[in-house]
């Protein structure tokens, strides 16, 4: 756990953590004023009088008939109704003048009235009726105005739109200092029902229509129930309580990096989603989103994880052994006394670890911030964990080790912090959450200024970047991907600059192999003169920073730059032409440091061979014969780091299926397939000599009396078995120091007597192992030799 002193402003801190808190609790379980959605047509056989049938969508000649039996719209100003198109022109029908067929269509509209409902957390008794059926037609509009109460007990508004192409006609509804934006017109007008509602407290106005015919149907909700009074919430004042508090929480020196605000509500982490927040949460995430726009703050919805590591309350403990392994009267028996592992209390904590994980924006969106470290005096409830999701495991005792336990909370949170912090707060867990983050505050940025202050947090990254030496290199993890994710956010806000910086100083000791066709976009951007330092910076490969692993990687990045264009970019060929000679030669200086320390390994022989053959691919692209020549000759050469039957014939073999490499590479290869003969002809020319007694010439690393006897046995060129009567400790020993030193000795204890018989055979198995060689090498000649007479 990352420990970190309890800051000494806490006791303050603590006083605005309860006030803000009250605030919250305030707070009603709605938050919003109005809520829309779409659904599928439903034909509702919809005959209008005067006008018949009306088929989806609407036909521009069935709205003009509509119109022709309509009548104009007025408002209502207090007591009077007053018809004036400066304030509303549109045509409406009384919806006495039409009839529905399709029952369904009734069942649809209950839904979508129950929905809007729901979004709008009335737990009250709700019906509705439909008002009028409105037409609006171009140029036709309604200037802001609140709906007056047309019967008792209504609240809401609820515009179910009808299928019919039109451009323009948005409702705007504004209410407690926001304006929401309903828009029913554009592609989907045509094809789907689309509904909205809204309080009839709130002001709404509907925008001018631009094009075609926007049909609605409006109508009334109201609640059933008397002397209950609904209105669209308000949290101006709330908003203005809250405002100073959390500004004051992040000011000086020990304010908290961000504060968690624990969600009312359990969810699940597949749950956890800003569209499914229930009642209370729903408000608190609504009214702290605007209170951040406010005051220039980041808001996230997270999963906190609390584990807990420790010894259980001996008192619960023997509670839960009593009732978990006690013997009981069978009338005693009541499944509900049956105690787990979730009635043991803990004792004494011992480690714990406090984590925020799974980010999401307001929009719901996914966020890559990784796990991040939480502190207690960051959380708004402190440490009481009281009613939150939890499990728990005893372990029982083992050895010396006592009873122990582990304990897991989590909840959701609500999360906040300053936006000038949000990298640096990243940033403080290390390059797995600030690098992801980066990348995605660059795809986002959509103005110069967040551009300008990315362009800073990148040189803060290249700071903290910390460069590998020697074999720290096979210990990078996921730091390979981090430097391509960081030039992907560099070329997305055109910081082309620091892109050849990130590949001339972090780009040599971290990359994937993976990165060409980023590469090649930055230096076609860029320049391929302009960049021709970085790039032979990248591929002089500095022998004390490489392991065979690594130089795998850049010899595809290589070859992948020059093999992936489809055509040379201006001056690419000859920065590819000249830095071929450069990664050649690093490749040689790579050989010496390493001394074919890597090939002692399957991984390291792997990695040689597919170097070798993207080079091979890279020069034959470039129609580099000269360089091909002295390439191939040198491998040859290096049996200690290009050993023949593990990575030249292998090598021969993909090269000789690759397309890259046939044809300009026809004479390298060659070479490369006559050379392989050559040495697997002279492993080949003897078999295999058969042992011609049993002698086995290894001397053991260990001179103990029981050795001896053992070295002895070795030796004698006629025994062929050993008997040694032993305690278990020596025979153990002997076990060891055979199995170490690979002996060709079986072992076996035969159990009679005291002490028991180590039981020792002599076998073939180093003959048959070198029988087994000799067989693949006479295989891998023959494949080779036809290779060869198949070019």
Excluded at 32 to 45: A, D, E, K, N, W
Aim: net charge negative; aromatic share 10%; glycine share 6%.
């Amino acid at each position: 756990m990352r420990i970190q002193e309890i800051p000494p402003t806490f006791d303050v801190l603590k006083d605005m953590y309860e006030e803000v808190q009250q605030v919250l609790e305030g707070l009603s379980e709605s938050a919003i004023f109005c809520t829309s959605g779409q659904h599928t047509v439903v034909l509702p056989g919809m005959i209008v009088e005067g006008v018949g049938e009306l088929s989806f969508p609407i036909k521009p000649d069935d709205a003009q008939k509509l119109i022709a039996i309509a009548e104009p719209a007025p408002y209502g100003r207090g007591e009077e109704t007053i018809l004036d198109t400066n304030v509303r022109r549109v045509w409406q029908l009384d919806p006495a003048l039409i009839s529905i067929e399709n029952p369904v269509w009734f069942e649809l509209v209950d839904t979508l009235v129950s929905r809007c409902v729901s979004a709008f957390e009335v737990e009250h008794s709700v019906e509705y009726d439909a008002y009028k059926m409105l037409i609006y037609e171009e140029g036709c509009f309604f200037v802001p105005h609140r709906d007056s109460e047309k019967e008792d007990g209504m609240f809401a508004t609820f515009v179910l739109s009808l299928p019919s192409a039109h451009e323009g006609g948005q409702l705007h509804i504004h209410h407690d200092g926001q304006t929401k934006v309903i828009d029913f017109g554009g592609f989907d007008s045509k094809f789907q029902l689309q509904y909205g509602a809204f309080y009839t407290d709130c002001q709404h106005e509907v925008k001018p229509v631009t094009e075609g015919y926007r049909i609605c149907i409006v109508y009334n909700l109201f609640i059933t129930e008397t002397n209950v009074d609904v209105h669209a919430p308000e949290y101006d004042e709330s908003i203005a309580m809250l405002a100073p508090l959390l500004e004051n929480i992040f000011k000086g020196e020990d304010s908290p990096d961000k504060l968690a605000i624990p969600l009312v509500h359990q969810y699940s982490e597949a749950g956890l989603d800003v569209h499914a927040l229930k009642g209370e949460d729903k408000t608190r995430l609504e009214v702290l989103s605007r209170l951040a726009d406010k005051l220039d703050m980041d808001v996230h919805l997270a999963l906190m994880e609390c584990w807990q590591s420790g010894t259980p309350d001996e008192d619960t403990l023997q509670d839960h052994y009593r009732y978990r392994y006690g013997r009981r009267r069978w009338d005693d028996y009541d499944e509900d006394d049956i105690l787990d592992d979730e009635s043991v209390e803990m004792d004494e904590v011992y480690d714990e670890t406090l984590e925020l994980s799974h980010w999401f924006d307001l929009s719901g969106r996914e966020v890559p911030f990784g796990t991040l470290c939480l502190y207690e005096w960051e959380i708004l409830t402190g440490r009481d964990f009281d009613g939150f999701d939890s499990r728990q495991e005893v372990e029982e005792a083992s050895g010396n080790a006592g009873v122990s336990m582990e304990r897991w909370y989590r909840h959701g949170m609500i999360v906040l912090w300053p936006k000038e912090r949000r990298f640096f707060v990243l940033l403080t867990e290390g390059m797995k959450s600030a690098v992801p983050a980066f990348l995605d505050m660059c795809i986002q940025a959509n103005s110069a200024t967040e551009r300008a202050e990315l362009r800073e947090l990148a040189l803060e990254l290249f700071k903290r970047w910390s460069i590998p030496k020697g074999f720290d290199l096979w210990m990078r993890g996921e730091e390979y991907l981090h430097t391509k994710m960081v030039l992907q956010g560099l070329y997305a806000i055109g910081a082309y600059d620091l892109c050849l910086r990130c590949i001339r100083d972090i780009l040599p000791f971290h990359h994937h192999g993976s990165e060409a066709e980023l590469l090649l976009q930055i230096f076609d951007e860029v320049g391929w003169y302009k960049a021709a330092k970085e790039i032979q910076t990248l591929f002089s490969v500095p022998s004390r920073a490489r392991v065979s692993y690594t130089l795998r990687h850049l010899a595809r990045l290589f070859a992948d730059i020059c093999l992936l264009p489809e055509e040379w970019g201006d001056g690419q060929f000859e920065v590819c032409w000249n830095i071929s000679f450069d990664f050649v030669e690093g490749i040689k200086r790579f050989d010496v440091e390493r001394k074919g320390k890597d090939v002692r390994e399957s991984e390291g022989l792997l990695a040689r061979i597919d170097s070798c053959r993207n080079v091979l691919r890279a020069l034959c692209v470039l129609e580099h014969t000269e360089l091909l020549e002295s390439y191939t000759e040198y491998i040859t050469e290096e049996p200690g780091n290009y050993p023949v039957l593990d990575v030249l014939v292998p090598l021969v073999k993909q090269c000789f299926a690759d397309e890259h490499v046939r044809g300009v590479g026809d004479e390298a290869l060659r070479f490369l397939m006559g050379h392989c003969v050559e040495q697997l002809k002279r492993l080949t020319a003897k078999p295999v000599p058969v042992p011609k007694d049993w002698k086995i010439n290894k001397k053991l690393n260990c001179s103990c009396i029981n050795c001896k006897a053992l070295q002895d046995f070795l030796l004698d060129p006629a025994s062929k078995t050993c008997r040694l009567p032993l305690a278990k400790e020596r025979r153990k020993h002997l076990h060891r120091i055979i199995d170490m030193q690979n002996l060709d000795v079986d072992h076996e204890t035969e159990r009679k007597g005291r002490p028991f018989t180590l039981v020792l055979t002599k076998n073939r198995a180093t003959y048959k192992a070198k029988c087994l060689a000799f067989g693949v090498k006479q295989l891998r000649l023959k494949e080779v030799e036809e290779l060869l007479e198949s070019m």
